[in-house]
């Protein structure tokens, strides 16, 4: 991830450590694919993971979400979310005031994005070492990090309407 310049930080960016962005989908109660992000850190920054998490966790309350918190409809004309997300060349962009992450989207992604106008997001606060970048990541270790309870309640979690390219 890449940072921008912030007036006011409750937390270093470095506090983060390497922040992942990892898009895929699947199928949702509608039968349709949903189209998922997922941020995460690997926990590598100085302090641990313990830091990490405290990072994220300050990050995530900076832009009004609450690890943990009830889902967020970024669909919905209130709240206005400091979180964006851009599809384009194949790519997800998310943004925030603090930094911003793009990683290739699989085409599956893309056709799910492209259906529903939105992904679903989360968040979580919850390191995952093993989630190196550049690593294959089978699916069924990818869902039983997703899936398990301490990841996502130390997560945020919100519906992140898609915008197309940026001018």
Excluded: K
């Excluded at 506090?15 to 989908?25: A, C, Y």
């Excluded at 694919?33 to 997922?38: A, E, G, V």
């Excluded at 190196?132 to 979690?157: K, N, W």
């Amino acid at each position: 991830m890449t940072s921008t310049p912030s007036e006011t930080r409750p937390f270093e960016l470095a506090q983060l450590g390497t922040l992942v962005l990892l898009p895929w989908s699947g199928a949702a109660a509608d039968g349709a694919d949903m189209p998922y992000l997922l941020i995460y850190s690997l926990g590598d920054a100085e302090g641990g993971p313990e830091t990490t998490a405290a990072a994220i966790e300050a990050l995530l309350a900076s832009n009004g979400l609450t690890a943990g918190g009830e889902l967020v409809d970024g669909t919905a004309a209130e709240p206005a979310l400091s979180i964006t997300l851009h599809v384009e060349a194949g790519e997800a962009v998310v943004d925030l005031p603090q930094l911003g992450a793009r990683c290739a989207a699989p085409p599956a992604w893309l056709t799910a994005i492209a259906e529903r106008g939105y992904a679903y997001l989360v968040f979580t606060t919850r390191p995952w070492p093993e989630g190196r970048p550049g690593r294959p990541i089978e699916e069924e270790t990818l869902a039983s990090f997703v899936s398990a309870e301490q990841t996502l309640r130390a997560a945020a979690h919100v519906v992140l309407p898609a915008q197309g390219p940026r001018a």
